[in-house]
Nanobody, 126 residues
Framework: HVQLVESGGGSVQAGGSLSVSCTDS????????MAWFRQAPGKEREGVAA???????AYADSATGRFTISQDNDKNTVYLQMNNLKPEDSAMYYC?????????????????????WGQGTQVTVS
């Protein structure tokens, strides 16, 4: 059983930075992919960035060059650093996890492939 606990987020003005983190408190598997998704009101949930147990990373086009995903394996924690934030980045950000790597199955950015979800943390850019 996986429990994903998120922290961070908040409100910032356009051009500012925020970070969110996600701790997998009950990880028992060695091969995994952890990702951040976001969902704005009235929009579909979309993948933002992902990292797998090999250290491979992937980003949505909207996040490339502005967001950085990283992990601390000793803490089972994944971080998403978000810079140069834009109002369109405003959304609920969800941590997601599944076994396998970035390329497993239909891809890291497909919500249907996610096994475990965090509770979400709000990011608001004004």
């Amino acid at each position: 059983h996986v429990q994903l606990v998120e922290s961070g987020g908040g409100s910032v003005q356009a051009g500012g930075s925020l970070s969110v983190s996600c701790t997998d408190s009950r990880r028992t598997y060695s091969t995994y992919c952890m990702a951040w998704f976001r969902q704005a009101p009235g929009k579909e949930r979309e993948g933002v960035a992902a990292i797998d147990s090999r250290g491979g990373t992937a980003y949505a086009d909207s996040a490339t060059g502005r967001f950085t995903i990283s992990q601390d394996n000793d803490k089972n924690t994944v971080y998403l650093q978000m810079n140069n934030l834009k109002p369109e980045d405003s959304a609920m950000y969800y941590c997601a996890a599944r076994t396998g790597n970035l390329q497993t199955g239909r891809g890291w950015d497909v919500p249907a492939t996610v096994t475990w979800w965090g509770q979400g943390t709000q990011v608001t850019v004004s």
